[in-house]
Every structure is written in C-alpha cells, then in structure tokens.
C-alpha cells in the first residue's frame, strides 16, 4: 500500500496535468485572478522565473476544445501535440508536505495568471475592433440615414411638381376643352357663313345674267375698218345673214366689239337691244338660219362663270340631242323634259335659278 505522502504528490501531478491540458487545449470562460502570496508574488514579478520561460504559447490556429470533464483527459485535435510540461525541482521524500504546496499552488496561480492576461489581451483586441466596427457602422448609419432624409426630401419635391404639373395638366384640359368648344361653334359659323356665301354669290350672278338679259354676242364678223360704225355692221349682218329685212328698225342701247381674241379669229360684237323682243326675234332665228354657217355665232350673254359651268355642259347636250332626246341648256343646267338631268358643278350643290324656262 502507497503511503500518503505518495499519493498526495499523486493528486498534486494530476491537478498540473489538467491545468496544463485546460490551458493548452481549451480556453476557460470564466477565469477569475486570484491574488498572488508569499513566493508565489515573488515569482510571478520576476522575469527570469523558470515557470514563465517553461511555458509556451499554444498554436492560435487550434479550435477551442467544446466541453471536457474533470476526470477525462484532455480533448485531442488532429496532428496537435501539446507542449511539454514543464519540469520542477524533485524533492527529496523527507522534505515537508508543506514545501510541495507551496510550490504546486505557485504554479497553478502562474498557470491561472498566464491564462489571464492572455484573456485579458484578446479581450482588449476585442473590444478594439468591436469599437472600431461600431464607429464604422455609426458612420455608415449616419450615411444611410442621410441619404434616405435627402431621398425623402427629392420624393416630396418631385410629388410637389407632380402635383403642380398634374394642376397645370389639368388647367390645360379645360382650356382644351373651351377652345375645342369654340372651335366647333367657329366651324359652325364658317359653314354657315360659305352657305350664305355661295348662296349670295349665286344671287350676284342671277343679277348679273338679269342685267345681260338683253345682250347678245356675235362672233365671226370681220372687222374691215378700225374707224367702222360697229352698230351699221351688226344691222348689216342681221339682215344679210339672219335674213331679217327689219332690221334697220332694230334700237340698241349699245354696240361695241370685245378685246382680241387668243385664238386669232375676229374679235367678237356684244350688242344691248333696247326691246326685249327684238332681242328674242333675232335669237329665234340663229339656229336656223346660222346652221350651215359655222364661222358666224351668237349667243346670250353670261358671267363668265355661267359661261364656263355652260361650256362644260356642250358636250353632253350634244350627246343627248345625238340620241333623239329633247334636251335643253337653262342657265347653267340640263333640261330634259322640264327636270334637270344633272348637276351642273358640285359648289353650290343646288344653285339658284330664277325661272327654269327662262333665257337660253
């Protein structure tokens, strides 16, 4: 049987063997110091003491063991070898219970101690960075929070000009509305105003074909002498030609030859009778007697649109008397049977006629 100063050395290289495997293979979490007596002190203010040179700074890249137990050894790690223990004096077996610990209780405070202020140190680094990473963060913050209050200040400004737009747009929409209202009254008023346009303009030519009433134009007769008395040729004419022997007896109000003609023939004679009936008379009589002969013409005064709306009937007038139909030209329209055959023009649709069977 062991004696018991055997195996209290025993138990005393059991607890610096948990120590030294706490130490070097597990961080403890809650270390607390504990203060430093006698020999003890002494050793741990002393640079040169064999405890502090002995021991060595674990590998930092080893993981920190998750749990251990008391009576387990301690917690192995791939390709990892602890550093050795360190060596202490032997003593002698009669040297006092007391002297072994002593010494055994120094090494656990120096043991205790290094894990302390390896604590201590990571725990400054710590607490550095987290400062530094907090400020950092603080500052970020601030940024983010700037930027949003100017972002929220740009969204209230551009929803004020929206909003302003959206009340101009508006505005706008109404003054559209008031000038497409205008619009429509002023198209109205022109449509009205072209109606009584035309219809004025068809009333002035009405009252231009009623003032030429009695006029009557012929063409083909030369002009022989620039001095010649104009009305002694057209009487001449007329009872030569229209085989009307009265026609000395004819009055006119006025006889005169119109300006040169384009195409070179002789400038044609418009001649005003003073009575209605002379006037027809000598009308009267031009289809017949003028049949044969195509260089001499006359006929009824017009305005010069009347003229031209007439000129552009000719053709079908003569188509319609080449088919044995009894076709007459009224003003500027075609007659058949006493109803109109056709437009003449598509402005005015519906012109004004004073008397459907009038001149001719």
Not at 139 to 149: G, L, Q
Not at 159 to 164: D, G, L
């Amino acid at each position: 049987m062991a004696s018991p100063c055997h195996q209290q050395q025993q138990s005393f290289s059991n607890v610096l063997s948990q120590a030294h495997d706490t130490l070097y293979t597990s961080t403890p979490m809650n270390s607390h110091t504990t203060p430093l007596t006698g020999t003890f002190q002494q050793n741990y203010h002393n640079p040169t003491n064999h405890m502090n040179q002995t021991f060595e700074r674990p590998n930092p890249q080893i993981q920190q063991s998750s749990r251990f137990s008391p009576n387990a050894g301690p917690t192995s790690y791939p390709g990892y070898q602890p550093p050795p223990l360190p060596s202490f004096p032997s003593f002698p077996s009669s040297q006092t219970d007391g002297a072994r610990s002593n010494i055994t209780m120094e090494m656990l405070f120096s043991t205790i101690n290094i894990m302390n202020q390896r604590l201590e140190r990571i725990d400054f680094e710590v607490g550095d960075k987290l400062f530094k990473l907090d400020k950092k963060l603080d500052e970020r913050f601030n940024n983010i929070d700037t930027k949003i209050s100017n972002l929220h200040q740009e969204i209230d400004s551009v929803k004020k000009t929206q909003n302003e737009h959206a009340q101009i747009l508006e505005n706008e929409e109404k003054h559209h509305f008031e000038i497409a209202d205008r619009m429509n009254l002023v198209e109205n008023f022109t449509r009205e105003i072209d109606t009584e346009k035309n219809q004025l303009k068809e009333e002035y030519l009405k009252l231009q074909s009623h003032s030429m009433k009695y006029n009557l134009i012929f063409g083909g007769i030369v002009q022989t002498d620039e001095e010649e008395n104009t009305e002694t040729v057209l009487k001449n004419f007329i009872k030569t030609e229209l085989d009307i022997p009265e026609a000395d007896e004819i009055d006119f109000q006025n006889v005169h030859r119109l300006r040169p003609r384009r195409d070179g023939k002789p400038r044609n004679i418009i001649a005003r009778f003073t009575h209605y009936k002379d006037h027809e008379r000598v009308k009267k009589v031009v289809p017949q007697k003028l049949k044969l002969k195509p260089k001499f013409t006359v006929n009824q005064q017009y305005p010069t649109e009347i003229s031209n709306r007439r000129q552009k009937l000719l053709p079908k007038l003569k188509e319609l008397h080449r088919r044995n139909i009894r076709a007459s030209l009224v003003y500027d329209q075609i007659f058949v049977d006493g109803q109109p055959f056709e437009p003449a023009r598509e402005e005015p649709r519906n012109p004004i006629h004073s008397n459907q069977t009038g001149h001719r």
